[in-house]
């Protein structure tokens, strides 16, 4: 599975941005709405912190809590994409963010770990100016 991380830049405090993650090259018998997904980020000198994820449905979403009411995930499974709304930026949200995709069965928990992750996606980069 590939998975294509677009959509971060340079934004103000106060801004918005919407990140993709594109995703292709599934296995035979898989589809895209086979596999959980989710968000990391990393800032310079930190490690991956969790940022938000959604099951194969869509119906089901979990946030960092440093993220909870600012930014949104979602995924439209006919066009194999998942996005992160993020509004009211901050400057501490300055990070690469990473897409990620594990297999999952229906009806199966949210999964928020970072090594509960298969695939990984290449990073985009959000600059947050204040």
């Known amino acids: 599975v590939q998975l294509q991380a677009s959509g971060g830049g340079l934004v103000q405090a106060g801004g918005s941005l919407r990140l993709s993650c594109a995703a292709s090259?599934?296995?035979?018998?898989?589809?895209?709405?086979?596999?959980?997904m989710g968000w990391f980020r990393q800032a310079p000198g930190k490690e991956r912190e969790f940022v938000a994820a959604?099951?194969?449905?869509?119906?089901?979403?979990s946030y960092g809590d440093s993220v909870k009411g600012r930014f949104t995930i979602s995924r439209d499974n006919a066009e194999n994409t998942m996005y992160l709304q993020m509004n009211s930026l901050i400057p501490e949200d300055t990070a690469v963010y990473y897409c990620?995709?594990?297999?999952?069965?229906?009806?199966?928990?949210?999964?928020?770990?970072?090594?509960?992750?298969?695939?990984w996606g290449q990073g985009t980069q959000v600059t947050v100016s204040s």
């Open positions: 990620a995709a594990d297999v999952t069965s229906r009806g199966g928990p949210i999964i928020t770990g970072l090594y509960q992750y298969t695939y």
């Open positions: 090259g599934f296995p035979s018998g898989f589809s895209f709405s086979s596999y959980s």
């Open positions: 959604v099951i194969w449905s869509g119906t089901r979403r």
